[in-house]
């Protein structure tokens, strides 16, 4: 008995080291006896990996419950899943893959010649709908279609839960004790930041393709010689050999980079696509890989170098696979104070109202404490919002009046020596359903005077008196985590993070997940950087965490509209080293 009670702690910890709670013992016993009925009885990472990704194919939270823990054991378990293999492709996301007439129905829709039909939300047009209701009220004339926002404001101080911290006591103040006041720009030497009148959606097939080819070739060589000075082969003197032709038969070892396609489903495949074309062709070679390692975790778009031997020309078998090449970590911030740092991302109201109740007692805590900076991140009025859906409204100039109406009403719950950073989301109704993404536009002559308000575009990296701040609001850890192959266990969610640090740039994964229309000429240009920055905020749908990959602080808020966001503090050296872990405090907290 007292060895299952340990392993039942085992399977606890598991659990909660990728963000999933277990709130009742009847559920861990469950997840303990689908172990033994399924799993070999072997209690490992097997069960809570394979957990998450069915909550993220299935849109399903991540905290266990036995009924949905008897929903994974029928669509999963009982239907014949091996350990060796990932999960398969949930119902869910079967049923929303298209067939040709789909497809032609959604090119009609995008050129305005069809309504649009349910499926996974507008194309790139984002033609969607707005009525009246008890939140929002619309006012219509014959000349002018304008949107007035009334908006139910409780100015009740409903105290915050402490979710997560490091380093802060909970009795210590987050109000503002210093007269510091910090300069914030856009670090231009980390990042090629998009510009706000960026032309976008214009590339040809066969310059798309070119991009990828030079990005694969530019990175894979990067990751090569980053390899072979780890393996100190300039050292032994015993360098192994490169091939540049990734399908070249060899009976001996060799090394080679590429960037990785995956086929998932009942067995995975992995291929890999080389960094160089063949004259006369329009794409690179492709092979397949067989992996003979321990562990190895990989999803389309990553660039990798392997080491293997190809003895027929047809499959590389890889003993050896290198994936990251960090780029420098930034220099250590000029702070001569300690700042406060805020940090929430949208969507900022429930999905059945738009009343952002969650984003005004943000704000409360934000005219109480006076933070130096708060860093809100789209979107705020995302295009698949139950109620943009449901009514049939096509006036963007509403939409973007009714946004600036929320801005304005952030700046005056704002005091002037806070520095209001506003990052765009390409899931905004308003704005441009593109990434990379360019900053929201103000037209309002109200916003002229206010000069605490700083936009920027998506991704960014802010310079705060020199501490590098890096944001995206796409869900790139969810991404991956959908398409991931790997057969490691443990701390996925941290894994996945430093996939991103380690690719050098803040969308790694190709193709795009189908809900973002990625543009792969402004992705090549403008979100790859070349500095690692201090703090990189990934904003996602999965459970907050803050975590310290490679000297980074990689942090995830959560979402605004489950009362959720982080607040951060940031000293300075005082005459010693500088460094994430010992000079950032945070708390993620819950209002």
Known sequence: MESEFRQKEMLRDMFEGLGCEIKSDTTLDKCFELCKKYLDGRIDGALPELWVTFCIENNLEFDLTIDNLNKMEQAVLMKGYHRDQSPPVAVEKTKRERNENDDTHDVLVMYGCAEPGPGPGPGPSKRVKLDPTEDVKLAFDSQHTDLNVSMPHNTTDKGEKILLSLGRSSADSWKR???????????????THLPSDAKFMYQMLSQEGESRTYLTHTFGKKLFD?????????????????????????????????????????TNTVILEGSTRRRGTSTADTI??????????????QIVAVEATNPVGDTLYVNELFTKSYTPVANPPRITSSINIYVAAGPFTGSNNLDYQPLWDLMDKVASDEPHVLILIGPFLEYTHNKIQEYNIFDNIMYQNFVEEIFMKIMKKTRSSTQVILVASNRDVHHEPVYPTPEYRIYSQKFHNISNLKMMPDPCILDVDGFKIGITSVDIIKHIAKEEISNMSGDKLGRIADHVIGQNTFYPMYPPAEDLNLDTELWEKHTFFNQQPNLLILPSDLRYYCKIINE?????????????????SVTSKNGGPWSCNSNISYEIVKV
């Open 552 to 568: 980074c602080m990689v942090l995830n808020p959560e979402r605004m509209h489950k009362n959720v966001y982080a607040k951060l």
């Open 177 to 191: 004790t210093n007269n510091y006041n910090v300069t914030i720009m856009k670090a231009t030497e980390s990042l």
């Open 226 to 266: 980053t390899w072979r000075v780890m393996s100190r082969d300039e050292l032994t003197g015993h360098e192994m050999h490169y091939v540049r032709y990734i399908r070249k038969p060899s009976q001996t070892k060799f090394r080679t980079f590429g960037r990785i396609n995956t086929k998932k489903g009942s």
């Open 288 to 301: 397949e890989l067989d992996f003979r390692l321990k562990q190895y975790s990989v999803f389309p778009g």
